[in-house]
């Protein structure tokens, strides 16, 4: 299976920007503002990186409408990676508003607090790949055991 990749950022300072270009370097995909004329997703993508800011304790307005219009039927998972000057509730956030969309979120993200650090560009890149394998496992995983609910009973196939 090969893996469609899409990654989308909501930055107004530069530092999201600056992550989800590191997240383009770990995956071969371009990394695409929300304000973009290119950013709805119109195709199914298996995964779907994002990453937003906090501005005033919330997301970005247009971070959050971007959200509300995902269409929830074309994304396997989402990988969240965000910045703030104290916390980590933009990933909280992002995660909470995925969810709340019927979007199933990946448990691993990428916080940075302000401008990436110069060792956010030796890992994530490699962070990044990781996570794409490991989604493209845990969905062949769940592929085989629907098969297996697929086959009769009287077959040799053991359910735990
Ligand atoms: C108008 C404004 C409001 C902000 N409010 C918060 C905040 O409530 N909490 C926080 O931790 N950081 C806050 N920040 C800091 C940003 O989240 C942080 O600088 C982040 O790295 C910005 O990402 P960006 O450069 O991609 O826009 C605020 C920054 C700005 C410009």
């Known amino acids: 299976m090969s893996m469609k990749v899409?990654?989308?950022y909501q930055s107004r300072g530069g530092h999201?920007?600056?992550m989800a270009e590191i997240v383009s370097e770990g995956?071969?995909?371009?990394?695409?503002?929300?304000?973009?004329?290119?950013?709805?997703?119109?195709?199914?993508?298996?995964?779907?990186?994002?990453?937003?800011?906090?501005?005033?304790?919330?997301?970005d307005p247009g971070m959050e409408e971007y959200i509300r219009n995902i269409p929830a039927e074309l994304v396997g998972k989402a990988v969240t990676f965000g910045s703030?000057?104290?916390?980590?509730?933009?990933?909280?956030?992002?995660?909470?508003?995925?969810?709340?969309?019927?979007?199933?979120?990946h448990p691993s993200a990428v916080y940075m607090r302000g401008k990436p650090k110069p060792y956010l560009h030796e890992?994530?890149?490699?962070?990044?790949?990781?996570?794409?394998?490991?989604?493209?496992?845990?969905?062949?995983?769940?592929?085989?055991?629907d098969e297996a609910a697929a086959l009769p009973e009287e077959s040799e196939h053991t359910e735990e």
């Open 16 to 18: 999201v920007k600056e």
């Open 123 to 145: 890992i994530m890149p490699t962070w990044a790949a990781r996570e794409v394998r490991n989604i493209e496992k845990e969905f062949a995983e769940a592929a085989a055991e």
């Open 6 to 8: 899409a990654i989308r």
């Open 27 to 59: 995956t071969g995909v371009e990394a695409i503002s929300i304000d973009d004329p290119r950013a709805p997703i119109t195709e199914p993508v298996d995964v779907l990186f994002i990453g937003g800011a906090l501005y005033a304790f919330k997301l």
């Open 84 to 105: 703030s000057a104290l916390t980590r509730r933009p990933v909280f956030l992002l995660q909470e508003q995925l969810r709340n969309k019927g979007i199933s979120v």
